[in-house]
């Protein structure tokens, strides 16, 4: 008898949960209430079958319907999209596009009228010049390319070569001192390591006893110990030797810190004169979505990315850091098949002091259209990266 009672109480509150939950819905997976079951939607505290018209089916959530591919929604229909002469169905599967080498002009595709030495541009819809020739009006006109010169990056213009470096439409060598060489850039010249820059002409650098040159290599720097004195390294004093080292003991630390913590970032990169590192990392992100006059699905929405961006440089000049951060968003609506995705990037720039450190805030927005009532958007991801590094 006590086993009959133990096991009716472990059936009832089975028994009572069952009565609260309508018919055509299951246990919710987060543990608590109901969910309808697909093709229901909740109304009050029932679930109501959904009505799906003809040349529709129930879209992915399963608690409405979505027209099939090749229609578009008005009202509480399905109306089939009429596709012109030379398109298809977009990529939304609710409207058309032009095909390739055709553009829209009102309801109709018109030909792209190719010019000579052009190629129908990456969009499908226009054209682009041939390396070699740049857009001038209607046409392609040819990149006159002076002697030692090449075609540039773009393919529609041109630039110097290495050792050389543009005077009018012209390119004239580089007239390259003793003691110096061709600089990174290619169009002029640096100094050797050892030597500094002097009117049109390499010095040498007079480095004193107790000192080495410096990590710019066209200066110099007093050994450990030592501090400068005019043109001179002199003796530190015992208070100072210790002090010097505290406080090299101290950014040791800091440094141990900020990598526990993984302040050291999601990309890093190198100063390649100073070797100093220089690392960039997002902190936080945010997204604010603006609901539409309806109330029923989102028009937009407003992201805000933050980041920190640091260095180790230990020098006394700064270093100039361009960051570029790009936000990846994930989005679906009642009228989209699958989720669908969307991205923006921004530029940035800091002037980082000695173990400096700053941070920003870049904010973005992602617009919809209408007929695609968005009802869910997520960051699905966000990241920045060192995009160059200038020492000045």
Excluded at 23 to 44: A, L, M, Q, V
Excluded at 99 to 111: A, F, H, L
Excluded at 159 to 168: I, L
Aim: hydrophobic share 30%.
């Amino acid at each position: 008898m006590k086993f009959i009672f133990a096991l009716l109480l472990l059936i009832a509150p089975c028994a009572l949960f069952a009565a609260d939950t309508p018919p055509n819905s299951d246990p919710s997976i987060f543990g608590t209430g109901w969910d309808c079951e697909r093709g229901y939607y909740k109304s009050g505290q029932n679930c109501v079958k959904v009505v799906v018209p003809e040349n529709a089916s129930i879209e992915g959530y399963g608690s409405g319907w979505a027209c099939n591919r090749g229609y578009y929604k008005s009202g509480q229909n399905c109306v089939k999209v009429v596709v012109p002469e030379n398109a298809s169905i977009d990529g939304y599967g609710s409207g058309w596009a032009c095909d390739r080498g055709y553009y829209k002009s009102g309801q109709n595709c018109v030909k792209v009228v190719v010019p000579e030495n052009a190629s129908i541009d990456g969009y499908g819809s226009g054209w682009a010049c041939n390396r070699g020739y740049y857009k001038s009006n209607q046409g392609c006109a040819k990149v006159q390319v002076p002697e030692n010169a090449s075609i540039d990056v773009y393919g529609s213009g041109w630039a110097c070569n290495r050792g050389y470096y543009k005077f009018s439409q012209n390119c004239v060598k580089v007239v390259v001192p003793e003691n110096a060489s061709i600089d990174v850039y290619g169009s002029g010249w640096a100094c050797n390591r050892g030597y500094y820059k002097s009117g049109k002409n390499c010095a040498k650098v007079v480095v004193p006893e107790n000192a080495s040159i410096d990590v710019y290599g066209s200066g110099w720097a007093c050994n450990n110990g030592f501090k400068k004195s005019g043109t001179s390294c002199v003796l530190m004093a015992p208070q100072e030797i210790h002090k010097q080292k505290e406080l090299e003991k101290a950014f040791a630390a800091e440094i141990q810190r900020r990598r526990a913590q993984g302040v050291s970032g999601d990309d890093c990169e190198t100063e390649y004169k100073t070797n100093a590192e220089v690392c960039v990392e997002v902190s936080s992100g945010d997204l604010d979505c603006n609901e539409s006059y309806e109330g029923n699905y989102y028009r937009d929405c407003d992201a805000t990315l933050r980041y920190e961006v640091s260095t180790d440089y230990s020098g006394g000049a700064y270093v100039d850091v361009e960051v570029e951060c790009v936000i990846e968003i994930e989005y679906k609506g009642r009228e989209t098949y699958s989720t669908q995705s969307d991205s923006a990037s921004q530029d940035e720039s800091h002037s980082l002091y000695a173990h400096g450190s700053d941070s920003e805030t870049m904010s973005f927005n992602f617009s919809f259209s209408s007929y695609k009532e968005i009802t869910s958007v997520k960051i699905s991801s966000a990241q920045c990266e060192i995009d160059s590094i200038d020492m000045y």
